[in-house]
Each structure stands twice: as structure tokens, then as C-alpha cells.
């Protein structure tokens, strides 16, 4: 299964980490590298009918492969995003600009980037910065 190479030329809504729990467990790693899009941006280019969805809540529908399990994207229906996981994109350019819920960190990242308690304001959280380890 792949996502449609064209997303990455279309315009990400901005690239970051994410470091909350439900994220780091979703991936699979310590933090959650994320790409949002818009959702006219995102296609899946082949194996379409095997994209199957868990939605852990109303903010969050997660996208897998039901043939191979693979972890695809999330949807977020009340932001009018995508997230497509960055690694799944070969020719993306990742550069990202900030960090989320830094608050629930397992994995301190010194790199000069804004670190957010949880979420900025316009997304509905507090928008405090936290201080770096």
C-alpha cells in the first residue's frame, strides 16, 4: 500500500513532533514524527480497499493496512487535517517546526524548536511553551 506520492508536493499544513502518549503508542516509537495535511491533499494511490480505521476518539481516526498492519495516517476531522506519518513519505522533505505535548515527553530533543505543553491555542489547547531539559 502507498500514499500517493503527489501529497507531498501539495502542500504540507506543517511538519513537527508529537510526544503524547497516544501518539508515541500509535507509532510505535518515542515521539511522532507528523506531516498535516489538508484531506483533498492525501490519496492512497493502491490497496485502497484493504485501508481499514479505528477511531480511539472523535478527534482521532486512525488509517491501517487490514492485509499487513501497517500504520498509515489520522485523520482529524475537527481540525480539517491529515496526519501521514513523515517516514511513509520517501520524497517529503520533513522540516519541522515545532513540538507537542512536550509535557509528556519520554524523550528530551535539544534542537532549538518551540516546545508546546500540549496543542497551540488555534487547535484547542493552551498554547504554553515549555521550558527545554
Do not use: I
Amino acid at each position: 500500500m502507498r500514499r500517493s506520492r503527489g501529497a507531498s508536493h501539495g502542500g504540507a499544513g506543517g511538519h513537527g513532533y508529537c510526544h503524547c502518549r497516544s501518539c508515541r503508542s500509535w507509532s510505535g516509537g518515542p515521539v511522532n514524527a507528523f506531516s498535516l495535511w489538508k484531506p483533498e491533499a492525501v490519496r492512497v494511490s493502491s490497496g485502497s480497499q484493504h485501508v481499514a480505521t479505528f477511531e480511539k476518539t472523535a478527534m482521532s481516526q486512525r488509517k491501517y493496512c487490514a492485509k499487513c498492519g501497517g500504520h498509515l495516517m489520522t485523520n482529524h476531522p475537527s481540525l480539517g487535517l491529515v496526519d501521514v506519518f513523515a517516514a511513509t513519505l520517501p520524497t517529503l522533505a520533513f522540516t519541522p517546526g515545532v513540538h507537542v505535548n512536550y509535557a509528556e515527553t519520554v524523550l528530551p530533543m535539544r534542537d532549538g524548536l518551540p516546545k508546546l505543553k500540549d496543542f497551540p491555542a488555534e487547535f484547542g489547547g493552551s498554547g504554553e511553551m515549555v521550558a527545554a531539559d
